[in-house]
């Protein structure tokens, strides 16, 4: 079985204070989910976030902004497993106007007790919970 190392990152804005979600929309797939991305060769998983943050959504974030949630292993299917590391980070108040990439349909800031709502696998709900401990 293939693992691939990601992170999942729980952007949190604190006026207003809502988390970020991203839309992915494609013939194959149609959820919402917080930053999802791959650790690539020789990163941290604080440096993936950060490279994330910036790549889906164009916003700077400094290292001081993350908390560390812990690690979450979901099984895909039987050739591939994700090894996550999940974080949580406030955003920069001066600086919240996202400009997603091509990757993402659209993008969100959702009230912290709405957003389970807005999921649609486990795995990103459970995640929730860890970042609600921290708002």
Wanted: net charge neutral.
């Amino acid at each position: 079985m293939r693992v691939r190392k990601s992170i999942e990152c729980w952007l949190y804005g604190t006026k207003p204070k809502k988390f970020l979600l991203l839309h992915i929309q494609n013939p194959k797939y149609n959820f919402w989910q917080p930053i999802t991305g791959g650790i690539e060769a020789g990163e941290t998983g604080i440096q993936a976030a950060i490279r994330e943050i910036k790549e889906e959504t164009m916003l700077n974030v400094q290292p001081e902004f993350f908390t560390f949630m812990g690690t979450q292993y979901v099984s895909i299917d039987e050739s591939l497993a994700i090894d996550k590391q999940l974080f949580f980070c406030r955003a920069n108040d001066k600086d919240t106007s996202v400009q997603i990439s091509d990757e993402h349909a659209g993008y969100k800031w959702v009230n912290p007790k709405e957003a389970a709502g807005w999921l649609t696998w486990p795995n990103n709900k459970e995640s929730l919970v860890k970042a609600l401990t921290l708002i």
